[in-house]
């Protein structure tokens, strides 16, 4: 289980359920059916979830839980490395 103060993500064999934390009733908000999951987070922008072989699902925190299109989940920005120069190195 994760939360973030505000919904409760339960893990479970086909998937998870997104509860309400805050309210007696604890209502399922949704449930996502995703075989093979291994993991998750709750932010209070978005949902991500980790799976054994098809990688990573994003979906949006709000009402409609919209899922994040995977193409623009798959791309990172590359990391630029700066090697000092013999000059910035010495002290």
Avoid at 54 to 73: A, D, L
Wanted: aromatic share 8%; glycine share 10%.
């Amino acid at each position: 289980m994760v939360s973030d103060g505000d919904h409760l993500l339960v893990f479970g064999g086909n998937g998870v359920s997104i509860i309400e934390a805050r309210t007696n009733s604890h209502q399922n908000l949704k449930m996502i059916s995703m075989p093979l999951l291994t993991g998750g987070t709750i932010s209070p922008d978005y949902i991500w979830l980790t799976t054994d072989g098809e990688g990573v699902y994003g979906y949006e925190n709000n009402p409609q839980y919209t899922e994040i299109e995977r193409v623009s989940i798959r791309y990172a920005d590359s990391t630029a490395v700066h090697e000092p120069s013999s000059s910035e190195s010495s002290c």
